[in-house]
T-cell receptor, first 115, second 112 residues
Framework: DAMVIQNPRYQVTQFGKPVTLSCSQT?????MYWYQQKSSQAPKLLFH???????NEADTPDNFQSRRPNTSFCFLDIRSPGLGDTAMYLC??????????????FGPGTRLLVL | GNSVTQMEGPVTLSEEAFLTINCTYT??????LFWYVQYPGEGLQLLLK?????DKGSNKGFEATYRKETTSFHLEKGSVQVSDSAVYFC???????????FGTGTSLTVIP
């Protein structure tokens, strides 16, 4: 019954070594989001895709990139992870966006540790 | 702008105690309000929501009423259980965009 799936659940990488996190959804939602959540903080939106349209938040570092090859999958690429990128990364989806308020559905998260 | 302010934690309660977690907001447009719960090591789960003033969201014994006059959406439960131990996030979104604005979260620990 899992609706938003994230892999892996835990990832350890070395400083500067590229890493890719995966998110898939069975809801057929148009919008997919990536959030970064550091310890004891609120989730912070990095970017989202509305269908194939990529929307970056103004303060998201260039080190973070995303790909959405199809409706079901979305990837988060961290090109050169720094120690400060250690965090939980949350993927979420919503059916649509804009004038209609939509609930966001979250995956279980990927806990990333940069050493 | 849009923002959410939650009461600071951590909160520790005995089983069967009454719970209130305060949440207030500022928003442009017409916000919808949400409570999400995050259990240890897991992602966020939608707990309840309210999309217009005076609506009451409820789920699993938790309730919250959208109060436009006080810009509040306080979370309440009459009798907490050990299994309610988690971090609770208040959030809003508006019809001017799909950005979710989260509060900083309130950690709840329920002891037997």
């Amino acid at each position: 019954d899992a609706m938003v799936i994230q892999n892996p659940r835990y990832q350890v990488t070395q400083f500067g070594k590229p890493v890719t996190l995966s998110c898939s959804q069975t809801l057929n939602h148009n919008v997919m989001y990536w959030y970064q959540q550091k310890s004891s903080q609120a989730p912070k939106l990095l970017f989202h895709y509305y269908d194939k349209d990529f929307n970056n938040e103004a303060d998201t570092p260039d080190n973070f990139q995303s790909r959405r090859p199809n409706t079901s999958f979305c990837f988060l690429d961290i090109r050169s992870p720094g120690l400060g990128d250690t965090a939980m990364y949350l993927c979420a989806t919503s059916r649509d966006r804009g004038a209609v308020v939509e609930t966001q559905y979250f995956g279980p998260g990927t806990r990333l540790l940069v050493l | 702008g849009n923002s959410v302010t939650q009461m600071e934690g951590p909160v520790t309660l005995s089983e069967e105690a009454f719970l209130t977690i305060n949440c207030t907001y500022t928003a442009t447009g017409y916000p919808s309000l949400f409570w999400y719960v995050q259990y240890p090591g897991e992602g966020l789960q939608l707990l309840l929501k309210a999309t217009k003033a005076d609506d009451k969201g409820s789920n699993k014994g938790f309730e919250a009423t959208y109060r436009k006059e006080t810009t509040s959406f306080h979370l309440e439960k009459g009798s907490v259980q050990v299994s309610d131990s988690a971090v609770y996030f208040c959030a809003l979104t508006t019809n001017t965009g799909n950005q979710f604005y989260f509060g900083t979260g309130t950690s709840l620990t329920v002891i037997p």
